[in-house]
Structures are given as structure tokens and as C-alpha cells.
């Protein structure tokens, strides 16, 4: 227990994918939604470095993580834009009261 | 409890205590605010693992530019008055043990797998040789997501563009 080993690592990314999953499911509203898919793809980094760092002894894990890092930003300014027209339209950030499409 | 134990359960109490915040908080402004200690947190656990150049990637990309554009959308998503900036949630208790007993699952298999422990990298600085891949074996990926990221922006600009005949 005393050594810091990978699976300390996985367990804190899991806990923190957990909770990300936690916000998405059950936050209405879609900026809050938007933090918990944030926390799901820093659990991914976590684990990409830690498999970095003892598992494969070269920098490819990191390179992922950067990767990630570039997709998480493009994914938060499309959202933040879909959520801002969102709202233009339907004057709601409340994702449940959008339900045009529901048959 | 050697030096590294306690630094990775500060590291490690910080990203989730917070991260709990992010999901439990009420007001989206505390949601907000703890979602910065995450993000601290989380380059502590980088640093940690011998991710220098990582690490301050996180502090620049996810603290200086996703958080205040997350902070942009919860202002430009309410009215003004609208002080207390409130987000209920939905279906909470369902959801709740869901997770959990997801959470239980991933840990069980992460703490009864015998995970390869190969060649473990000495901790050493990063970005000389990150810099390298990313300009020679990994040139390809690196263009392309730098394509992605200027299409992703000029859509988003795109989107929220108020039209003429609207």
C-alpha cells in the first residue's frame, strides 16, 4: 500500500469518471453537463500517463494525452456554441425542456 | 508512508473531493469554481507521474481557456437578475447507485488485475522529446488535430453567428 503503483492511479480515474458520468447523468442543466464530460476525459488522461509511466516506458501515452487535450477543446467551444443558440431559441439552459423531437 | 504516498493522496483527495463538488454542488458558480481544483489537482497527479510539459499544458489549455469559456456559458445562459444560478438535477438517486456500483466494478478490476509492469521511465524532463515526436513519427496526427481544432473553432463562431434574416 505504501508504494504508489498504477492501479492507485486507475482507481482515482475511475472515481473521477464515475462522477463525470454522476453530472451527466443526472444535471439538467447543459453547462453542468458540459463539467462532467470534462471531468470524464481528464479521468482518460489520468490514465493514458499512468500507463505512460510504468506500463509501456516511452512517451506515447503523453502524446495521447495531449491529443485528448486538443479534443476536449474543440468539443467545449462547439457545445458552448450549440448551448448559446440553444438558449437564443428557447430562452432555457435546461436540457429536459427541449423536447421538439420527442415523438 | 514514504514522500510520494502522501503527495499522491493530497493530489488525489484534492481531484476527487472537488470533483464531488463539481457533480453535488447546487449553485453552477460553486460547480464552477471547484471544477478549477480538479483541474489543479489533476496536474499535480501529471507532475507526479513524471508529465512535466503535460502538466502545464493542463494549467494553460483546461484552466485558462476551457474553464472561462465554461464560466462564459453559465453567464450568457441566464438572466441577469437571475442571481442565485441554480441547477436542479434529475433523476438523482437511480443515477446515484448506478454509479457506484460502477465505480465498485472499475475498482475491483483495476485493484485484480496484474497489471504489466514493464520497462517504469525514470522521471525525466519531457517536452525535448514530446517536441520530437510530435514533428517526426507523430507529424501526421499532429496536423490533423491542429485541422480539427481550427475547423471545431470556425464552427462554433459559425454557429453562434446571430443572421441577418433570423
Same mark, same amino acid.
Do not use: C
Given at each position: 500500500?505504501?508504494?504508489?503503483?498504477?492501479?492507485?492511479?486507475?482507481?482515482?480515474?475511475?472515481?473521477?469518471?464515475?462522477?463525470?458520468?454522476?453530472?451527466?447523468?443526472?444535471?439538467?442543466?447543459?453547462?453542468?453537463?458540459?463539467?462532467?464530460?470534462?471531468?470524464?476525459?481528464?479521468?482518460?488522461?489520468?490514465?493514458?500517463?499512468?500507463?505512460?509511466?510504468?506500463?509501456?516506458?516511452?512517451?506515447?501515452?503523453?502524446?495521447?494525452?495531449?491529443?485528448?487535450?486538443?479534443?476536449?477543446?474543440?468539443?467545449?467551444?462547439?457545445?458552448?456554441?450549440?448551448?448559446?443558440?440553444?438558449?437564443?431559441?428557447?430562452?432555457?439552459?435546461?436540457?429536459?425542456?427541449?423536447?421538439?423531437?420527442?415523438? | 508512508?514514504?514522500?510520494?504516498?502522501?503527495?499522491? #493522496?493530497?493530489?488525489?483527495?484534492?481531484?476527487?473531493?472537488?470533483?464531488?463538488?463539481?457533480?453535488?454542488?447546487?449553485?453552477?458558480? #460553486?460547480?464552477?469554481?471547484?471544477?478549477?481544483?480538479?483541474? &489543479?489537482?489533476?496536474?499535480?497527479?501529471?507532475?507526479?507521474?513524471?508529465?512535466? &510539459?503535460?502538466?502545464?499544458?493542463?494549467?494553460?489549455? #483546461?484552466?485558462?481557456?476551457?474553464?472561462?469559456?465554461?464560466?462564459?456559458?453559465?453567464?450568457?445562459?441566464?438572466?441577469?437578475?437571475?442571481?442565485?444560478?441554480?441547477?436542479?438535477?434529475?433523476? &438523482?438517486?437511480?443515477?446515484?447507485?448506478?454509479?457506484?456500483?460502477?465505480?465498485?466494478?472499475?475498482?475491483?478490476?483495476?485493484?485484480?488485475?496484474?497489471?504489466?509492469?514493464?520497462?517504469?521511465?525514470?522521471?525525466?524532463?519531457?517536452?525535448?522529446?514530446?517536441?520530437?515526436?510530435?514533428?517526426?513519427?507523430?507529424?501526421?496526427?499532429?496536423?490533423?488535430?491542429?485541422?480539427?481544432?481550427?475547423?471545431?473553432?470556425?464552427?462554433?463562431?459559425?454557429?453562434?453567428?446571430?443572421?441577418?434574416?433570423?
Amino acid at each position: 500500500m505504501a508504494t504508489i503503483g498504477v492501479q492507485h492511479y486507475l482507481v482515482v480515474s475511475a472515481a473521477l469518471f464515475s462522477l463525470g458520468l454522476l453530472g451527466v447523468l443526472t444535471r439538467r442543466n447543459a453547462v453542468n453537463v458540459l463539467m462532467g464530460i470534462e471531468l470524464i476525459l481528464n479521468s482518460a488522461n489520468i490514465n493514458l500517463v499512468a500507463f505512460s509511466r510504468y506500463g509501456a516506458g516511452n512517451l506515447h501515452g503523453q502524446l495521447f494525452a495531449v491529443f485528448v487535450i486538443v479534443i476536449a477543446a474543440a468539443e467545449v467551444a462547439v457545445a458552448l456554441a450549440i448551448v448559446l443558440t440553444l438558449y437564443r431559441l428557447r430562452r432555457t439552459p435546461n436540457l429536459d425542456e427541449v423536447g421538439t423531437l420527442r415523438g | 508512508m514514504n514522500a510520494e504516498a502522501v503527495v499522491f #493522496y493530497a493530489f488525489a483527495t484534492i481531484t476527487v473531493g472537488s470533483a464531488a463538488v463539481v457533480v453535488l454542488a447546487r449553485s453552477l458558480i #460553486y460547480s464552477a469554481f471547484a471544477l478549477l481544483f480538479t483541474f &489543479f489537482g489533476v496536474a499535480g497527479l501529471y507532475v507526479l507521474l513524471g508529465a512535466d &510539459f503535460l502538466a502545464a499544458t493542463q494549467l494553460l489549455v #483546461y484552466v485558462g481557456g476551457i474553464l472561462v469559456l465554461l464560466l462564459f456559458g453559465v453567464m450568457l445562459t441566464h438572466k441577469l437578475y437571475d442571481l442565485d444560478l441554480k441547477s436542479s438535477t434529475h433523476q &438523482f438517486f437511480p443515477s446515484a447507485l448506478l454509479t457506484l456500483v460502477f465505480f465498485l466494478f472499475l475498482a475491483s478490476v483495476v485493484w485484480t488485475t496484474r497489471w504489466a509492469q514493464g520497462g517504469e521511465r525514470v522521471p525525466a524532463p519531457t517536452s525535448a522529446e514530446i517536441g520530437e515526436l510530435f514533428l517526426g513519427k507523430f507529424i501526421l496526427p499532429f496536423e490533423a488535430a491542429s485541422i480539427l481544432l481550427l475547423v471545431a473553432l470556425i464552427g462554433a463562431a459559425m454557429i453562434v453567428r446571430r443572421r441577418k434574416d433570423a
